[in-house]
């Protein structure tokens, strides 16, 4: 049980540290905004996310 946790442990901490370089190592390290307004393109087109638009619509309701 022990040796088979050790393996895990050896196979899942150089995965983590290798996805999250950035993040763990780099001086202006931050996770990526993955948030619909967050990215460029999509708000020049005016999209946003559904939530911010059922807030937008029930506003304009009352």
């Known amino acids: 049980m022990l040796k088979l946790f050790l393996v895990c442990l050896g ?11 950035k993040v763990f190592f780099t001086k202006e390290g931050r996770f990526p905004n993955t948030h619909v307004e967050g990215n460029k393109a999509l708000r020049d ?3 946003t996310c559904a939530r911010s638009q059922d807030r937008a619509a029930r506003k304009n309701l009352k």
Request: glycine share 14%; proline share 7%; aromatic share 8%.
């Open 45 to 47: 087109k005016g999209i």
């Open 11 to 21: 196979l899942l901490l150089p995965a983590v540290l290798l996805m999250g370089f």
